[in-house]
T-cell receptor, first 113, second 114 residues
Framework: AQTVTQSQPEMSVQEAETVTLSCTYD???????LFWYKQPPSRQMILVIR????KQQNATENRFSVNFQKAAKSFSLKISDSQLGDAAMYFC??????????WGAGTKLIIKP | NAGVTQTPKFQVLKTGQSMTLQCAQD?????MYWYRQDPGMGLRLIYY???????DKGEVPNGYNVSRLNKREFSLRLESAAPSQTSVYFC?????????????FGNGTRLTVT
C-alpha cells in the first residue's frame, strides 16, 4: 500500500532563513505525482508545489523548491527567505494511478520574527 | 470568484442526529471530493465524484452518504452521527480525476459529535 511519512511534527525557523521539510513515501508505481500543500490558520489547503516522478528536474516555485530523490523515495520541501506568512501546516501527498491522493500527517512550521 | 464554498463552518451534533454538509464550486470542475482531517493524521478521502452523475467510495466511506446534485454541488450526509465522526471536513474540486489536476479546497467544516 502507498504510504507517506512526514517525520517532523513541528519545525521552526528564523524569519529570512531557509528551512527544509522532510517527506518520504512508499509506492510500487513508477509514474506518479508528489505534492506539497500548505494549510494556514484559515484552514484552506493551498497547493504549494508539485513534482512529476518521471521528471528528473526538481520543481521550483519562487521561494519554494523540492529535492526529489526517486530512488530514495524522498521529497523534501525547501523554503528560502522564510516569511511570517509561511507559518502553516505543510502536508506532503502522493498521487498514483488510482486517482486518490495519500497524505502525510503534516508538519507545523513556525516562523520566528 | 468564490472557488469552493462549504457550509456550515461549524456544527455540533448529538449522537444519532443527522445532518448534511453542503459544498458548491464555481470553477466548472468535473470532479469533487469529500475529505476528513483528524489530528495527527493526513487527509482521508471519504467519497468522490468523478463527474456529474457518478459517486464512488474513498478510503473511509462508512457512516456517510453523498449526492452529486449537479455539476456545481456535492453534499455529504451523516445519517446517524457518532463521536468517531468528530473531525474537520473538507470539500475539494478539480478539473478532472487525474492526480495531475490540482485540488481546490473549501475552508472546511468543524464537526463535533457529543
Amino acid at each position: 500500500a502507498q504510504t507517506v511519512t512526514q517525520s517532523q511534527p513541528e519545525m521552526s525557523v528564523q524569519e529570512a532563513e531557509t528551512v527544509t521539510l522532510s517527506c518520504t513515501y512508499d509506492t510500487s508505481e513508477s509514474d506518479y505525482y508528489l505534492f506539497w500543500y500548505k494549510q494556514p490558520p484559515s484552514r484552506q489547503m493551498i497547493l504549494v508545489i508539485r513534482q512529476e516522478a518521471y521528471k528528473q528536474q526538481n520543481a521550483t516555485e519562487n521561494r519554494f523548491s523540492v529535492n526529489f530523490q526517486k530512488a530514495a523515495k524522498s521529497f523534501s520541501l525547501k523554503i528560502s527567505d522564510s516569511q511570517l506568512g509561511d507559518a502553516a501546516m505543510y502536508f506532503c501527498a502522493h498521487g498514483g494511478s488510482n486517482y486518490q491522493l495519500i497524505w502525510g500527517a503534516g508538519t507545523k512550521l513556525i516562523i520566528k520574527p | 470568484n468564490a472557488g469552493v464554498t462549504q457550509t456550515p463552518k461549524f456544527q455540533v451534533l448529538k449522537t444519532g442526529q443527522s445532518m448534511t454538509l453542503q459544498c458548491a464550486q464555481d470553477m466548472n470542475h468535473n470532479s469533487m471530493y469529500w475529505y476528513r482531517q483528524d489530528p495527527g493524521m493526513g487527509l482521508r478521502l471519504i467519497y468522490y465524484s468523478a463527474s456529474e452523475g457518478t459517486t464512488d467510495k474513498g478510503e473511509v466511506p462508512n457512516g456517510y452518504n453523498v449526492s452529486r446534485l449537479n455539476k456545481r454541488e456535492f453534499s455529504l450526509r451523516l445519517e446517524s452521527a457518532a463521536p468517531s465522526q468528530t473531525s474537520v471536513y473538507f470539500c475539494a474540486s478539480s478539473e478532472s480525476l487525474s492526480v495531475n489536476s490540482p485540488l481546490h479546497f473549501g475552508n472546511g467544516t468543524r464537526l463535533t459529535v457529543t
